[in-house]
């Protein structure tokens, strides 16, 4: 068995997430090269271990987003609010995010080709950041798993790194929703030095939320 946090999600009502195009979406389902099968689980910080179907995800490439419909309601301990404007320049603002390729705690058993997770924890994985905002622009972006095209997006202040991405962004104030952690530069480091999240308007223009 090979696997470990693909990225990062989070809750906005108790049989709907969201995530990060470039994370998880139909394109990219599927398993590690090599490997005959995969399957993908929410683990929250609570613990609960959610199974993900690839006919629960629809995805939005234009933004960097995919909308995870699970197939029942599920008791979500905390369902993330969404702020009632859009963020600004300076606004104190946090991220929650998760340590790429790391494996949680997790106990498992094998029931035949099918992987149980007993339980999960997630602490030894967990990588937030809490800065501010530093400008907001419209991103062209032209990568391998990410095309953006007069996409509005957040520069933040503080780094990210891989792992981060559809995490959430919160305004510090308040806790409610401003946007969602989608890319960093450089590309292929580890460690983001420049951190960009994906605004809530156009959460709210493609999604209707």
Not at 156 to 179: A, H, I
Request: some cysteine.
């Amino acid at each position: 068995m090979i696997g470990g946090v693909c990225g990062t999600g989070f809750f906005i009502s108790d049989s709907t997430a969201l995530t990060a195009f470039h994370v998880l979406s139909e394109q990219n389902w599927g398993p590690n090269p090599g490997n005959a099968y995969c399957q993908y689980w929410a683990i929250l910080r609570s613990g609960q271990i959610i199974p993900i179907k690839k006919e629960f995800l629809k995805g939005y490439s234009q933004i960097d987003t995919t909308l995870i419909t699970f197939g029942s309601k599920h008791e979500i301990p905390h369902v993330v609010l969404l702020a009632d404007k859009n963020a600004s320049p300076m606004d104190m603002v946090c991220g929650e995010g998760h340590v790429g390729g790391a494996m949680p705690q997790l106990q498992t058993s094998w029931v035949g080709s099918e992987l149980l997770i007993a339980t999960a924890n997630l602490s030894n994985v967990i990588s937030d950041g809490v800065g501010h905002i530093k400008r907001e622009l419209k991103a062209e972006v032209n990568a391998a798993d990410l095309k953006l095209k007069g996409t509005n997006v957040y520069e933040l202040s503080f780094q990210t790194r891989c792992g981060m991405s559809g995490g959430p962004l919160f305004d510090k104030t308040n806790g409610k929703l401003v946007g969602i952690l989608s890319f960093g530069l450089p590309e292929n480091a580890e460690i983001k030095l420049q951190s960009f999240a994906v605004s809530l308007s156009e959460l709210r223009k493609y999604l209707l939320i």
